[in-house]
């Protein structure tokens, strides 16, 4: 098998692509006569829906339609349409239901072909590498196939070979889609939002990231390593030496696909045990590690039978910069507050609207769309009300969506797709807000304490309803263990950094002239249970004790609260 010329390229580079096809015009000639013959019967069919006045009534079909010639256009089309599925600012809605069932599913190539890449690419032959590899694959979907096999050494294994020619034929409908890009662009509406051919490079950029699979490797290494701390959650080991850029040897994933609900209940595993860690870790790759897997679906979810839950398929991951990181942090934040204003600043800060837009309207409008899921109907809060509420904000407002956020927005909303498959009852914020709160209450970073200090306060003033909702959200959380989380509260109320808050609170306590008596016993009715004397004891000392000989700590006892606040 010869080697195509673009092979060599390690990253999507679309000058070296036009190079080679400029050279090669029939090529791109041919492909733009394939793509318009199979285009035209849908705009021949929109057209005539259009003169019959049966539009809406047959847009169901069109749409239909649509996703089958992007099946019938191959691996570029398919992962064009899942891309433009993410996009509800930019498809309507027809479409993008049709869209997000794009199936991944292709007839597979022959075993021949596939053992022919794999010795190429590994330099060996088929049976020095593998003990035992079957005739048909278990899956292929558009960019590769796996099949389940073995290796000398006994263990069971996942081989995923690349499809032949995906290069050429990726690099060549890239550069069509380019050519097309630049041919329209003057006759589409000026105000896109970005140029079209930008948007292609960046699209090609991920999908070579994608067919490359020594980086879907290192992902699936460096997903492991976050979640170490995490027993509960996994990515299947790799064999280096059996894999290359277009052949992956991983760990075999013994497990029940989150798509088989009944195979979970009947194999008597825990629904909202795994929903949880689904969610949990969710959040902790969007909020915590800044690295995520783009495409959560349930096929690329494994629950194992010892309470794992194993994420396959790292081609597309992305990786958030802090200062996002720290955005969406706040906006969950600012959203637990209800402070559309601060909300407001947020988007700027993530990029959705631009930094001199007119704040309050658009606050007054975030707090129509979401004041009323944010306040007694919280629990019906869900990503799919809050994206279609906002569809409707974008027109109205400067609202854009940065590229990166598609990516985002597609993972959180597969994410909650694959909890509400397993508990139709799932609600997000049940699982989001004291995960967030638990994390204000407990993370040591100062970034974190200050966005405590900020939930805390409004216009200088403590506010005792906040810390109070925010102990009873975080309770929810069964990660949440008050008695660390005083520990550290007295820690930091007794360093110099916390001498700010531990003012603030004497100042609460004796706001009016009065003890502010009443409140402080609401709390203690939250957290008295479980902060039971001696266990408040054991945490004060155990704070104290770590800054101060143990001697000293026992005889201060909780002398902070006073003669340090000056
Ligand atoms: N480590 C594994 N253990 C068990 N099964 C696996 C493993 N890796 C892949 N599979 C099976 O192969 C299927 C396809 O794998 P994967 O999703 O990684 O392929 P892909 O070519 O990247 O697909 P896509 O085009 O959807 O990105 C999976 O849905 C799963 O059934």
Redesign the pocket.
């Known amino acids: 098998m010869s080697q195509h010329p673009l092979a060599y390229l390690k990253k999507y580079d679309a000058k070296a692509i036009a190079q080679h096809y400029n050279q090669r015009p029939l090529l791109a000639v041919w492909r733009l006569i394939q793509i318009v013959y199979m285009f035209v019967g849908l705009f021949v069919g929109l057209q005539l829906d259009k003169w019959s006045g049966q539009e809406d009534a047959k847009l169901p079909r069109r749409a239909a339609q649509l996703r089958r010639i992007i099946t019938k256009l191959g691996p570029t089309y398919i992962k064009v349409g899942q891309a433009l599925s993410t996009r509800p600012d930019l498809v309507r809605k027809d479409f993008l239901d049709e869209l997000t069932k794009l199936q991944?599913q292709l007839p597979p190539f022959p075993t021949s072909v596939a053992i022919e890449i794999i010795e190429q690419e590994l330099g060996k032959s088929i049976d020095q590498i593998y003990d035992y590899i079957p005739d048909l694959p278990?899956?292929a979907?558009?960019?590769?196939?796996?099949f389940?096999g073995r290796l000398h050494t006994g263990e069971e294994v996942?081989i995923?070979v690349q499809r032949p020619n995906l290069i050429p034929t990726i690099t060549l409908d890239l550069y069509v889609l380019r050519l097309l890009a630049a041919l329209t662009q003057p006759l589409l509406p000026v105000n896109l939002g970005a140029d079209l051919r930008g948007i292609i490079d960046e699209f090609g950029s991920k999908l070579f990231e994608?067919v490359d699979y020594v980086n879907?490797a290192k992902n699936a290494e460096r997903f492991a390593t976050y979640f170490s701390d995490e027993p509960r959650v996994d990515a299947?080991s790799i064999y280096w030496r059996y894999s290359s850029k277009r052949v992956l040897t991983?760990?075999?994933?013994?497990g029940i696909?989150l798509t088989d609900v009944e195979g979970i209940k009947a194999a008597g595993l825990d629904i909202d045990e795994l929903v949880q860690i689904g969610v949990m870790s969710g959040l902790r790759q969007l909020l915590e590690f800044g690295f995520f897997h783009a495409?959560p679906h349930p096929?690329?979810l494994?629950a194992t039978a010892d309470g794992r839950m194993v994420y396959?398929?790292f081609?597309?991951m992305d990786q958030l910069e802090q200062t996002t990181k720290e955005a969406l942090v706040d906006s969950v934040v600012h959203l637990m507050n209800k402070d559309y204003q601060k909300l407001g600043y947020d988007y700027v800060n993530l990029g959705f609207l631009t930094p001199d837009v007119d704040i309050p309207p658009i606050a007054n409008a975030l707090e129509s769309v979401l004041g009323d899921i944010m306040n007694e109907k919280v629990r019906d809060f869900n990503f799919k009300v809050v994206t279609d509420r906002f569809s409707g904000l974008m027109y109205e407002y400067p609202f854009c969506m940065p590229a990166k956020f598609a990516l985002i927005i597609r993972s959180v909303v597969t994410q909650e797709g694959v909890a509400l498959s397993l508990n139709p009852e799932f609600k997000i914020v049940q699982v989001a807000y004291p995960y967030v709160a638990r994390r204000l209450l407990t993370d040591e970073s100062p970034g974190l304490r200050q966005r405590l200090i900020e939930v805390l306060f409004k216009n200088g003033k403590f506010q005792w309803s906040r810390l109070e909702n925010l102990i009873k959200i975080a309770k929810s959380d069964d990660d949440f263990d008050l008695v660390p989380t005083a520990r550290m509260g007295i820690q930091f109320l007794m360093s110099d950094e916390g001498k700010f808050l531990r003012k603030r609170i004497l100042l609460a306590l004796t706001e009016d002239d009065r003890l502010h008596t009443d409140e402080v016993a609401r709390i203690w009715q939250l957290v008295g249970a479980e902060l039971k004397p001696n266990k408040l004891w054991d945490a004060a000392v155990g704070a104290i004790g770590s800054s101060l000989p143990r001697a000293i700590a026992t005889a201060l006892p909780l002398a902070f609260l006073s003669g340090s606040g000056s």
């Open positions: 991944d278990v899956a979907a558009s960019l590769g196939q796996v389940r996942a995923k994608e879907e299947p991983m760990e075999w994933i013994d696909k495409d096929g690329n494994f396959i398929d081609g597309m």
